[in-house]
């Protein structure tokens, strides 16, 4: 995992790289010039931005390239996923989307539903009755297998089945749940299937449960030296689901009102260091936590975080909470996050400075990067600010210079620092159909957006 041709020892490394970022944010005096230092920008604009905003032809083409790829993406996931026997999905797919283990992941089953389904609903060259198959087929292998039962009936979904429906792990989580609720839901809205919807509703209301109220139902023994922990992963996650559900529901908004407005206070808690970080995990209160636990910042996490608050901010037309998503959520985990020598944004990062614990610190997944995209050309698309374009410009040639696979279709998902790819595989236990279809969906989306203003 340590870069080549780097003589110095790894702690002394990981210690150089991050005090440099540390220094630069807690300066916090940068200009525009320095603040765009290091963006090779091309096709257009200049580093400083000083040009303006991008042209409709080099957006044109950029929507062009990511409606591409998402057709090759969707395309692998229908010839390869597919389970015609027991229904639902293979998540385990080699690069050429052989399946390489049978076992199914309950959190990328709902991703695949959901993604299929909300493609089907918004998106007209996929409005296709074998999308539309194919998120039911996914939908009643859930609803069959993936809720185990309890004491009090049935409980927590499982983490993983076997390929005919057999449960093999439950985490002590809510992202099973989170998933099957967002799954049902959008599937629901097509079907008009009103025990469906309700089936998500109810889910999600254990949900909120076991987050807010009581946790022992999760499993997770409460121990006297492990306090309870903010850990961002969760706010967000709600927060989303507070998306789905109320989509075109005003009596379901009303009904989640409080907890959207929850979830937006428990994330704002992790800027830290007096606003120049995010930290991952946090006191329930809002204060930092001792130790590595305390330290830990994850720059894509955090890039997902702000495009979420932006979000909710634009609905809600709260102008200090959008410049809150771009300034503290976007700009402060770019700038720390972003590799420097080889490009890219790192996985993990110690705010202190310390070597991340993670071994897989410094290496380049493809859903950081996914979520980077969204982030940047979510924040152009409702400010028009130069910078924020030469962002996602800076992000997306490194995104499809290294993670696209050209021979097979899909994305490779785990690189090296120096950005070669290192497991190979385009589906695993934590890498399905979501994250690269999402990106570019809502990319594709938004660049409508934005080209159809300018045409107007």
Not at 132 to 155: D, I, M, N, P, Y
Not at 277 to 290: D, W
Not at 388 to 416: M, N, V
Request: hydrophobic content about 35%; proline content about 4%; glycine content about 8%.
């Amino acid at each position: 995992m340590s870069p080549r041709n780097t003589p110095s020892p790894v702690l002394l490394r990981c210690d150089w790289m991050v005090r440099d970022q540390s220094w630069r944010m807690v300066l916090g005096k940068r200009n525009k010039q320095d603040q765009l230092s290091g963006c090779c920008i091309e096709g257009g604009l200049s580093s400083s931005g000083k040009t303006g905003t991008m042209t409709a032809a080099l957006l044109e083409q950029y929507r062009e390239r990511i409606r591409t790829e998402l057709d090759r993406v969707v395309d692998f996931w229908l010839k390869f996923s597919h389970d015609n026997e027991h229904g639902g999905y293979f998540n385990c797919l080699g690069k050429d989307g052989k399946v390489y283990d049978e076992l199914k992941y309950v959190w990328l089953q709902g991703r695949q539903v959901w993604m299929y389904s909300r493609l089907y609903r918004t998106t007209e060259r996929f409005h296709k009755p074998e999308i539309l198959e194919a998120a039911k087929s996914g939908a009643a292998f859930l609803q069959k297998f993936a809720r185990v039962q309890g004491s009090s009936g049935l409980g927590k979904c499982a983490f993983c089945l076997t390929r005919d429906g057999r449960a093999v792990k439950v985490q002590r989580t809510i992202f099973s749940e989170c998933f099957y609720v967002m799954a049902m839901d959008e599937l629901s809205r097509i079907t008009q299937d009103k025990e469906m919807q309700a089936d998500a509703e109810s889910l999600m209301d254990r949900l909120i449960f076991w987050v807010q109220t009581d946790s022992s139902e999760l499993g997770r023994p409460q121990l006297p030296g492990d306090p309870p922990v903010n850990s961002m992963a969760v706010p967000m996650m709600l927060l989303c689901l507070v998306d789905q559900l109320t989509e075109g529901r005003t009596d379901v908004a009303e009904k989640y009102k409080d907890l959207s407005e929850w979830c937006v206070e428990r994330i704002l808690q992790h800027i830290q260091r007096d606003g120049k970080a995010i930290l991952e995990n946090v006191t329930l209160n809002g204060k930092e936590l001792p130790g590595c636990q305390g330290r830990v910042q994850n720059p894509g996490h955090a890039l997902e975080a702000g495009w979420f608050l932006l979000q909710y901010a634009q609905k809600k037309g709260d102008v200090q909470l959008q410049k809150t998503a771009v300034d503290k959520f976007m700009e402060i985990p770019f700038h720390t996050g972003w590799d420097k020598q080889h490009g890219g944004l790192f996985y993990f990062l110690d705010v202190d400075g310390h070597c991340p614990t993670q071994l897989e610190w410094n290496m380049k997944l493809w859903w950081p990067h996914c979520e980077a995209l969204i982030a940047y050309l979510m924040a152009y698309s409702h400010s028009k600010e130069p910078v924020l374009l030469d962002r996602f410009k800076q992000i997306y040639d490194y995104t499809f210079r290294h993670f696209s696979d050209e021979e097979h279709g899909e994305w490779f998902g785990y690189l090296s620092r120096q950005g070669e790819v290192v497991l190979d595989f385009k589906g695993g236990p934590f890498k399905g159909f979501f994250h690269v279809p999402r990106c570019l969906y809502m990319c594709e989306k938004l660049l409508d957006g934005l080209l159809e203003r300018q045409d107007s």
